[in-house]
Nanobody
Framework: QVQLVESGGGLVQPGGSLRLSCAASGSIFSIGDMGWYRQAPGKERELVATITRSHITNYADSVKGRFTISRDNFKNTVYLQMNSLKPEDTAVYYC????????WGQGTQVTVSS
């Protein structure tokens, strides 16, 4: 099965930016729709951004206009550019198919705090 490894998280001040990467061990083109999910402490994991094989994107209302999902099918990598970050964006971020069918990776922690 394809393995997923997320990276790029960190501590950032409100209004700052981060770029997350999700490297897959196999072809993501054959997988189809990919997404970024996040889980904040004490909350359910939620889907925040989706990208189809043909690069059509969709976003949760909470991140629309601030986050941009992209994919490089040749590099088997999915990205999430996060701008204008808010404290409520603090969470562990994961990538997976949409709906999720692969084993979850370890995620990458994003903390937005002054």
């Amino acid at each position: 099965q394809v393995q997923l490894v997320e990276s790029g998280g960190g501590l950032v001040q409100p209004g700052g930016s981060l770029r997350l990467s999700c490297a897959a061990s196999g072809s993501i083109f054959s997988i189809g729709d990919m997404g970024w999910y996040r889980q904040a402490p004490g909350k359910e994991r939620e889907l925040v951004a989706t990208i189809t094989r043909s690069h059509i994107t969709n976003y949760a209302d909470s991140v629309k206009g601030r986050f941009t999902i992209s994919r490089d099918n040749f590099k088997n990598t999915v990205y999430l550019q996060m701008n204008s970050l808010k404290p409520e964006d603090t969470a562990v971020y994961y990538c997976n198919t949409v709906p999720p069918r692969l084993n979850w990776g370890q995620g990458t922690q994003v903390t937005v705090s002054s």
